[in-house]
């Protein structure tokens, strides 16, 4: 009976749900999931000041990738590999940075000026801010 009644910690309610994080520089603390999806499908390249969007992602194969394309962008993976490999494919455009681990996604966005990425709840520190997608 208890089990029933305690809820579990997964998904947007523990320290294992994904966040959006930028660098500390970035000036807005909300975004819409349209813009978002423009961004990480690399066709938002500029923030609202003009600057570059830096745009880091861990491998297609992450669980922590997977769970950020189905909870926050609301698309599959593969949706967003097919329009990286269309942009690039076309000459259009391209991939964003990969990086392969969590750890080294937390150094990049802390350390590159106008970096995007996410991280899960409990890896998030001081050194970047997390993005409130609406």
Do not use: C
């Amino acid at each position: 009976m208890l089990l029933v009644v305690t809820p579990a910690t997964s998904g947007t309610l523990g320290n294992d749900s994904v966040e959006v994080v930028v660098h500390p520089s970035i000036a807005i603390r909300n975004i819409s999931r349209n813009s978002l999806r423009a961004i990480f499908g690399m066709r938002l390249r500029a923030w609202q000041d003009g600057s570059p969007i830096r745009v880091f992602v861990l491998p297609d194969e992450a669980p922590l990738h997977h769970l950020f394309a189905k909870e926050k962008l609301n698309i599959f993976p593969y949706q967003l590999r097919s329009a990286w490999d269309r942009l690039i494919f076309s000459g259009t455009g391209q991939a964003p940075f990969l990086v392969n681990s969590e750890e080294e996604m937390r150094v990049r966005v802390a350390t590159t000026s106008g970096a995007i990425g996410y991280l899960k709840r409990v890896n998030i520190d001081d050194g970047i801010q997390i993005l409130h997608v609406e």
